[in-house]
């Protein structure tokens, strides 16, 4: 760590944030042939040391005896305050270096409200904002993660971006940063070479245009560019590398345990998931590969909680073997194994018995919409029945608790609809009083988020309800959920607005998101932090409605911004499964049915790769 921190530690919120020298953090010699890497996550330390993707790309990088990789995160508002004052610049928490001195900076990009932060972090370490006013003796600023599939508000601000997975495209990027360090080369000519590897993205080489104030499309500046940027996509996750060792922080961080990826990718096809598009197809890891790595982290961190990570972890068709075998394991030596998402079934309270025998927590299930003809629309595969008997057994085994997820202002809404959520959830709650075997009263929690419309989905086209509507949907859902046993909970509609005014832009927000900042805008995402007026005067100050962002409603065939970043989905699909929805008609899981001829087996040269052949349940 910077040592001009130390004195500034008894006067911030969380000094362990800033102080290093947690257990396996890896501290490397600064030498001239090395390749200096920080990677930036534009949160605080408590969320980002629990990102798996930080970990992957650490450990591989540190994994290299010609490269180096340390981290930095955004510092909380107090800490920034006394840096300012004086004139410490953001550094990375291994070598305590300042962001400035490396070669590249890596940012993740995993939900529009972080935007700000980046810009944030940037100014903090004297790295000038927009990529064409950086010098040739400054770092190559970069980004990653599922943001990157519509990065255009952020295209002024990055050097190059690295478009899906980056196990193998890392080394990559760290082979041309090296070439170019020792032929002296400039930053335009490295970025040259970057624009060649497949999956990556150099903004600066292409222009937005506009025709009336609408996007028309982008045209390239240079010779031999792609038009479309396809992602990176590893067709075997067993071959891929996979960290033996986890930094274990000195303060409670968020996702604080030990964590395997036991597959990547989901085709459920549910119409509002940016995930399940993006991150297709489905691939498994092998069960006896990821009891190896439980137990070398298990040893390597001390942590007693293991949790077996995914989209939809309830869908590894091993899923039950391996989770009986992981408690057998470890269940001796207090340790626990967890799942953080479950499917809507009852296998999901069978595998939540295995886990939780000693002490019911409480479940969570996500049914999104409160109608079956709404749960059609959005093609969420689940069926009243199959809620009646989840949550009936889930109470006569003895839980009390339920949590169920919705989402307001989906296509096709009516009040109806609403009223459905509130059906639903009195329901679950008598079902609880007729079902239950505990001697705690049972709970019923219903937690609402706003629909946001997401790039490369079937609801691309459809613009967000005006703000006044979901703060009414909100209002009347609180009104109708008056009822003991039952609390609500729901997301602020004005972090949603945001959400998805970034989520649909173009580069014209770029000047916005700049004079957010200047205005004070950052951790957007914290109730407590977001200042949705000052975002209101940078959108004024500006002269961009951002109505027109959210809300307008897209007809199939007019440009997109994110029309050149391919996540392998062909339009023709998303279009198809649009007039679906429309018609509410399901599409079924490709996994278990038919090809649904979304595109990306074809596209991509890589298929779902299940290690059992058949259904897991």
Known sequence: MDKRLLPLLPLVSKPARYTNNEVNAVHKEWTEDKVKMVLAFPDVYDVGMGHLGFKILYAIINGRSDALAERAYAPWVDMQQLMSERGIPLTALESGRSLADFDLVGFTLQHELSYTNILKMLDLAGIPRRSRERRE?????????????????????????????????????????????????????ILRELARLRGVYVPGFYRAVYAQGKFQGLEALEPNLPTTIEKRVAPDLGALPFPEEFVVPYTEVIHDRVMVEILRGCTRGCRFCQ????????????????????????????????????????????????????????????????LPSLRLDSFAVELAEEIQKARKTGLTFAPEAGTQRLRDVINKNVSDQDLKEVVQAAFQAGWHRIKLYFMIGLPTETEQDLDGIADLAKQVLAWGRQYRTSRKRPEVTVSVASFVPKPHTPFQWRGQDPLEVLQGKQEYLMERLRHPGIQFSLHKVEHSFLEAVFSRGDRRLGAVLERAVDLGCQFDSWDDQLRFESWLQAFRDEGLDPKEYAQRCLEP?????????????????????????????????????????CGVCFNLKVANKLTEVGRGD
């Open 275 to 338: 995930a399940g598009m993006i991150y297709r197809p489905v691939r498994e890891r092998d069960p006896e590969q990821l009891k190896e790595q439980v137990a070398k982290l298990v040893k390597s961190t001390g942590y007693d909680e293991i949790s077996l990570s995914s989209l939809s972890s309830g869908d590894y068709t091993q899923i039950r073997p391996l989770v009986k075998e992981l408690i057998a394991t470890y269940q001796g030596c207090g340790v626990s194994v967890s």
């Open 557 to 597: 065939g007019d440009p997109l911004p994110w029309d050149h970043l391919s996540p392998g989905v062909d339009t023709k699909f998303l279009v198809q499964e649009w007039q679906r929805a429309q018609q509410a008609v399901p599409t079924p899981d490709c996994r278990w049915d038919r090809c649904s001829l």
């Open 137 to 189: 003796g400054d770092p190559l600023v970069l980004a990653g993660g599922p943001c990157a599939f519509n990065v255009e508000p952020l295209a002024d601000f990055l050097d190059f971006v690295v478009l899906g997975e980056g196990e193998e495209v890392i080394h990559e990027v760290l082979d041309v940063a090296k070439a170019g360090k020792q032929r002296g080369v400039g930053r335009r000519e």
